[in-house]
């Protein structure tokens, strides 16, 4: 594949279950980021992974949040006893690292989260 | 605390005319911008970016203004399509700081044939 892929595309679920976001990034990409966009809002930076190091987790809301990028490729975004206020739409996006020129962000096509 | 602000949520332009879109800032330590073109349930795709070192680039229909002083950018698009109709967002990061982007709450571009 050569974008990013995202799954499920579409995800409703009761309030308090728990819900894995998977994030499937550009191969060779070593950054990976995910964001969430809630209805009128703009895109919410989550969480930040770059090779090997310690992700920048400083825009995970809380900590039912968390997420995993196993083998520097996958990624799972894990959020637990989900809350109405979590319903948006999370993205994920992919880029190379380098050079100025190459840090614009390839997106997937999302993951709608509807909590009831 | 919205630091990439887009304050028009919309705007309509004829076919053919120039498009405007603004964006403003409040961190002076960003210096790389980035415009997003976002179709309904797509992901946002990179349009056009713009370093600080400069005040303008230009792709095609596509121009980016920076104006550092007034910490404000806009995206020009001349001629305006139908095509063009999309969300617009545009993003902002520093250089050296684990490349989190911050973006803006997008500008809904309608472009009347």
């Known amino acids: 594949g050569a974008g990013v892929s995202q799954s499920p595309s579409n995800k409703v679920t009761e309030k308090g279950k728990d819900v894995e976001l998977r994030c499937d990034p550009i191969?060779?990409?070593?950054?990976l980021y995910w964001y969430r966009q809630s209805l009128g809002q703009g895109l919410e930076f989550l969480i930040y992974?770059?090779?090997?190091?310690?992700?920048?987790k400083s825009g995970l809301p809380s900590d039912r949040f968390s997420a995993e990028r196993t083998g520097g490729s996958v990624s799972t975004l894990t959020i637990q006893r989900t809350q109405q206020e979590d319903s948006a739409v999370y993205l994920c996006?992919?880029?190379?690292?380098?050079?100025?020129?190459?840090?614009?962000?390839?997106f997937g096509p999302g993951t709608r989260l509807t909590v009831l | 605390d919205q630091q990439v602000k887009q304050n028009s949520p919309s705007l309509s332009v004829q076919e053919g005319r120039i498009s405007i879109l603004n964006c403003d800032y409040t961190?002076?330590?960003?210096?790389?911008f980035l415009w997003y073109k976002k179709y309904p349930a797509e992901g946002p795709t990179f349009l056009i970016s713009i370093s600080s070192i400069k005040d303008k680039n230009e792709d095609g229909r596509f121009t980016v203004f920076l104006n550092k002083s007034a910490k404000h950018l806009s995206l020009h698009i001349v001629p305006s399509q139908p095509g063009d109709s999309a969300v617009y967002f545009c993003a902002a990061s520093q250089e050296g700081t684990g490349n989190q982007f911050y973006f803006g709450t997008g500008t809904s571009l309608t472009v009347i044939p």
């Open positions: 191969s060779g990409h070593t950054a």
């Open positions: 961190n002076s330590m960003f210096d790389y």
């Open positions: 996006a992919s880029s190379l690292v380098g050079t100025t020129t190459l840090l614009e962000q390839f």
């Open positions: 992974f770059q090779g090997n190091s310690a992700p920048d």
